[in-house]
């Protein structure tokens, strides 16, 4: 099986710890991943803020990239929804059918990272070993676009040392959204409030999701009110030993 | 060459109450300054929420119920032209008199010219969307005919000046001790010993309205669904207002959005077991009136509403909003709706339903924000009992706003934009790219930010620039 990993452009630019330990983690599991270094953004931002022919070009270099792979690993719900369920139509909607049936085959075999822990190498004990307190934020697109349902909570409850406390109200957007932090700054913030005063509510020290963008925005929200409570990219924890 | 037909241009665009004054985000700033409006709605929202999960859960094929609803909606669509004429038949034929109305204006004519012809200056009123829609009210006002609500939370609605901000619960910004208020101050010859508990509230309206049911001629009411193969149309109602309505007066008019038909009777069943359980969180509605064309002492006039609904028709990403049965269950999940209420949204049609029904009805350009008002969480369309994926509607909608303003000058984010993909289109060009912005002052500094960045830093930081790309990391040999 040849597995490659699309690292996405905000874990590139700004996270690059969340794509060291997911190629950490899946060395341990004895696969070795590969990164094609022609890989660069999935397009998502341009489509959802309604520029789908600036994305166009953005899915043709994502498709030719990754098309010979047997399976593509994503640390991301959000970007792994936007190659599933919008890279084949962006085609369409501009009239290249090829690029469409390229995008289809891409998809197929592109997983979310606890959808390809669990799914296609069956395993929920990764060997992690974590000593804190952590709650998990199951992110809009996993949740909703993906349905990987509990697949990162069964993933950390067999972290050793892990103590994972639930997130009241978890199933709540945080308020991230891409541009619509910036386009609609009031509701966005309003929305992260809540969130922020949940995960406080937990009392963890860290607060974990499957979306480095997600985790950004609620880190960034934590961090301006010095709550001291970290985030932390899952795959960061499953990595850790 | 011919030219392909251009059916957006042709149908009508809506008029009527559907655009606000100012755009989602500036209004919506207001809204979420109010701790008080977040209180009502954010307590308000969590019952209903509650409440519709418990009696859907009970239900074991509820998703095959809701692509039963999503189908039939669908064939009525595709031969939406054929079902209403169908109707209009069964309906004259049983006495009614069908009116067709292009857009609010006429359907305003048309009720303001029954009403006259009656020779009424008051009517009472079912709670209803498509007049809320078109603006009874005031047109009749205009004319010197007084619209009587008899829905409660419509009532505290009109007695407070106020505009609906839900569409089933239209008063949900209320709370109870604001309604007293309202009740004191505008209802006349109420008992200033009045509590807000809620049975005193009902019974102050109850007398209110029961002198306004027994007095009027004329009653107008909305549909919740229409059969085309019989004529009969079908009003759900919680507080048995519509049934004194729809019965008493010796006029009904009855004005309704053309997308509201059903083919036959059976199909009835699957909507009346979607729409209780989706907006009240009740397994059965409290009143279901269903009436055929004109009945022994009572005249029926049925106004057929366009407003914009054929050129939304014609879209085929976009005609799916159509099949909405107005239960509000998108409203209630949504966590934008939760924050602002629904007077942020400008339009009688708040929420998720609303930032894609309503810039197509009017046309993309005049509410070009709505279709942003969202984080695309998707929590819209796992409520949604007839399925509409408003999440990717909203994209789809997101992308004519955008194009509408192509042919003017690039704008900043237009620009902004375009470079991100070309940056990111050629990997070379994103590599140099990722380390040049590691190094630029307003990556280092952080705190003093352009627009639209400076919207970020307001409540949140950004995070430390990583001393290595991932990339780079990788090419150094990724251990």
């Not at chain 1, 709540?172 to 966005?188: E, H, I, Q, R, Y």
Request: glycine share 8%.
């Amino acid at each position: 099986m040849r597995v490659a990993l699309f690292v996405t452009c905000l874990v590139d630019g700004l996270f690059p710890d969340v794509g060291k330990a997911t190629v950490r983690l899946l060395r341990r599991l004895g696969h070795d991943v590969e990164v094609p270094l022609r890989q660069t953004c999935c397009g998502q931002m341009h489509v959802n803020t309604g520029y789908p022919r600036e994305a166009l070009p953005l899915v043709r270099n994502h498709v030719e990239t990754f098309l010979d792979y047997d399976a593509i690993v994503v640390p991301s719900g959000s970007c792994t929804g936007s190659i599933r369920h919008q890279h084949a139509d962006v085609a369409r909607q501009f009239g290249d059918d090829t690029l469409a049936e390229g995008a289809q085959i891409v998809a197929k075999h592109t997983y979310e990272l606890s959808e390809f822990l669990v799914d296609v190498l069956g395993v929920t004990d990764v060997g992690a070993y974590y000593p804190h307190r952590v709650t998990y934020h199951p992110t809009c697109h996993s949740l909703r676009l993906l349905r990987v349902g509990d697949r990162p909570l069964r993933l950390l409850r067999e972290v050793r040392g892990l103590d994972l406390v639930e997130l009241p109200d978890a199933e709540s957007c945080c308020g991230f959204g891409g541009t619509f932090a910036l386009k609609n700054p009031d509701v966005s913030t309003a929305m992260l409030a809540d969130k922020m005063s949940n995960v406080l509510a937990t009392r963890a020290e860290v607060c974990s999701a499957g979306d480095s963008s997600c985790l950004m925005h609620i880190g960034g929200g934590l961090s301006r009110l010095h709550a001291g409570v970290r985030t932390v990219h899952l795959a960061e924890i499953l990595a850790a030993s | 060459m011919t030219k392909p037909p251009r059916r957006l241009m042709t149908a009508p665009r809506g008029v009527g109450h559907l655009r606000g004054d100012q755009p989602f985000p500036v209004a919506a700033k207001a809204a979420v300054a109010d701790p008080q409006l977040r209180r009502n709605l954010g307590n308000a929202t969590a019952t209903i929420r509650a409440k519709r999960a418990a009696v859907v859960g009970e239900l074991p094929d509820w998703q095959q119920l809701r692509a039963a609803g999503a189908a039939i909606k669908d064939a009525v669509l595709a031969n939406l032209d054929n079902y209403l004429i169908q109707l209009e038949e069964r309906v004259t034929a049983r006495g009614g008199t069908v009116h067709w109305a292009r857009d609010a204006n006429e359907a305003n004519r048309i009720v303001t010219g029954l009403v006259q012809a009656a020779g009424a200056t008051e009517v009472v009123k079912v709670k209803s969307m498509a007049t809320q829609e078109i603006g009874l009210n005031e047109a009749l006002a205009d004319a010197g005919i007084v619209a009587w609500e008899t829905d409660l939370a419509e009532l505290i609605v009109q007695l407070g000046h106020d505009q609906p901000s839900h569409i089933l619960v239209p008063a949900i910004h209320r709370n109870r001790a604001e309604i007293r208020e309202i009740f004191l101050r505008e209802m006349g010859g109420v008992d200033p010993a009045l509590t807000d508990h809620p049975a005193a509230l009902a019974e102050a309206a109850r007398t209110h309205l029961r002198r306004k049911f027994l007095t009027a001629d004329v009653a107008v009411s909305g549909a919740n669904f229409a059969v085309a193969e019989t004529g009969t149309l079908a009003v759900v109602e919680s507080e048995g207002n519509g049934r004194m309505c729809l019965t008493l007066p010796r006029t009904l008019i009855t004005v309704m959005g053309i997308e509201k038909l059903v083919p036959t009777w059976r199909d009835l069943e699957v909507f009346l077991q979607l729409l209780p359980r989706s907006s009240t969180g009740e397994r059965m509605n409290p009143y279901t009136s269903m009436w055929t064309g004109a009945t022994e002492g009572q005249a029926f006039h049925l106004v057929l509403l366009d407003n914009g609904r054929t050129a939304t028709l014609a879209d085929p990403r976009g005609r799916d909003a159509l099949r909405c049965i107005r239960c509000s269950a998108c409203l209630n999940v949504c966590p934008v709706y939760e924050r602002t209420g629904g007077h942020a949204y400008g339009s009688v049609y708040p929420g998720p339903i609303g930032a894609v029904l309503s810039p197509q009805l009017t046309g993309v350009a005049d509410n070009a924000s709505l279709p942003f008002a969202s984080s695309l969480c998707g929590a819209c369309l796992d409520a949604c009992p007839v399925a509409i994926d408003i999440p990717s509607m909203l994209v789809h909608l997101r992308a004519q706003a955008v194009d509408a303003k192509r042919h003017r000058v690039p704008s900043p984010e237009q620009a902004a934009m375009a470079a991100a993909a070309w940056t990111m289109a050629e990997p070379a060009r994103w590599t140099r790219a990722l380390r040049v912005a590691r190094f630029s002052k307003w990556v280092r500094r952080r705190r003093a930010l352009p627009p639209p960045l400076s919207a970020w830093i307001r409540a949140r930081d950004l995070p430390e620039p990583p001393p290595q790309t991932f990339r780079d990391w990788w090419t150094d040999g990724g251990r």
